[in-house]
């Protein structure tokens, strides 16, 4: 079963057009994250959130944000995506222990 | 900074052939160290963690802090390991799993 899903798996945007991106966790889990994987690169971390907590990376463009209305559910937002943001997005949670991290599938954003 | 290398992006090998993925970190401080891997069109998951100490799927990993390597190893290469592996540290001063990963090696295990 399923206990990261992130929606949808395949997303075309147009430049410049915002996109939102959706994860949801059956884990009850504390903390969510996102990831951004561009081709043959390693997952970088954009954000994280420790329950209500957000916590940026200080590399991380503005253009990116986040939302988490609740346990489950945390949503990234590109507001005006270039083509250099067409990546594989990874979202995952933890404990707030810091243990063994859950990834989802991860959607593919392609930008025309 | 943190980083962590993987200096190969492919490493091919035969069945039944020992495999070594190399993975070396920087970091001042104390690391947990983890091993996660990707089979195909499946999702990202933890293989193993040295502080468990435990041998997965026949894969062992020993923390060198004098070397500052963790390299996952496997005596006898099966066909159903091939996958990307990836390399990841997490500051044991972070109260989260924010993870630091590398760039990843692509093991192709040929019969």
């Known amino acids: 079963d399923a206990m990261v899903i992130q929606n949808p798996r395949y997303q075309v945007t147009q430049f410049g057009k915002p996109v939102t991106l959706s994860c949801s966790q059956t884990?009850?889990?504390?903390?969510m994250y996102w990831y951004q994987q561009k081709s043959s690169q390693a997952p970088k971390l954009l954000f994280h959130y420790y329950d209500k907590d957000f916590n940026n990376e200080a590399d991380t463009p503005d253009n990116f944000q986040s939302r988490r209305p609740n346990t489950s559910f945390c949503f990234l937002d590109i507001r005006s995506p270039g083509l250099g943001d067409a990546a594989m997005y990874l979202c995952?949670?933890?404990?707030?222990?810091?243990?063994?991290?859950?990834f989802g599938q991860g959607t593919r954003l392609t930008v025309v | 900074a943190q980083r962590v290398t993987q200096p190969e992006k492919l490493l091919s090998v035969f069945k039944g052939a020992p495999v070594e993925l190399k993975c070396n970190y920087s970091y001042s401080g104390s690391p947990e160290l983890f091993w996660y891997v990707q089979y195909s069109r499946q999702r990202l998951q933890l293989l193993l963690r040295h502080i468990s100490r435990e041998s997965i799927k026949g894969f062992t990993a020993d923390l060198n802090k004098g070397e500052t390597s963790f390299h996952l190893k496997k005596p006898f290469a099966q066909e159903e390991d091939s996958a990307m592996y990836y390399c990841a540290l997490r500051r044991t001063t972070s109260n989260t799993g924010k993870l630091i990963f590398g760039q990843g090696t692509t093991l192709q295990v040929k019969p």
């Open positions: 995952a949670t933890s404990r707030g222990d810091g243990t063994e991290a859950f």
């Open positions: 884990l009850n889990h504390n903390v």
